[in-house]
């Protein structure tokens, strides 16, 4: 089997919005991924940037179920010795209202440079406003 190379100048890249208001974190955060990282074309290569891009809207009202409001934990690491930090999901989302969705998208996208390429075709938006309505994006339902 031939491994596959499409020009990025052949590769058609669309905008998508999705609007989060009341889903569930990781199904809107799994559509996102899938979106981004181009599995739903026919030209998909696991090695090539050929995805769409997304943006979330009402990042800010997701939802979560269960008592993983209080129980689920996020961490991060000062780089210092004894530097680990924990925060529940309310303070994160209070601090950061984006920042669940972030990490949850991010998780799910290859670990390396083209991981960290693809994230930056996500754009998480708070409320139901967004910047990149020149892009003409598609609304997706969930």
Do not use: C
């Amino acid at each position: 089997m031939k491994t596959i190379f499409v020009k990025p100048a052949l590769a058609e890249r669309k905008w998508f919005v999705i609007d989060a208001g009341g889903k569930i974190l990781g199904r809107v955060a799994a559509r996102a991924a899938s979106i981004v990282r181009g599995k739903e074309k026919a030209i998909y290569a696991p090695h090539q940037e050929m995805g769409d891009f997304v943006v979330v809207v009402n990042a800010g009202k997701i939802a979560i179920s269960g008592r993983k409001a209080q129980q689920k934990l996020y961490y991060r690491h000062s780089g210092y010795v004894g530097g680990l930090k924990a925060h529940s999901y309310e303070k994160l989302a209070a601090r950061h209202p984006t920042a669940p969705l972030e990490n949850a998208i991010k998780g799910m996208l290859p670990k390396g440079p083209l991981g960290r390429k693809l994230l930056k075709n996500v754009k998480v938006y708070a409320g139901a406003e967004h910047p990149h309505g020149a892009q003409n994006p598609q609304a997706i339902e969930l």
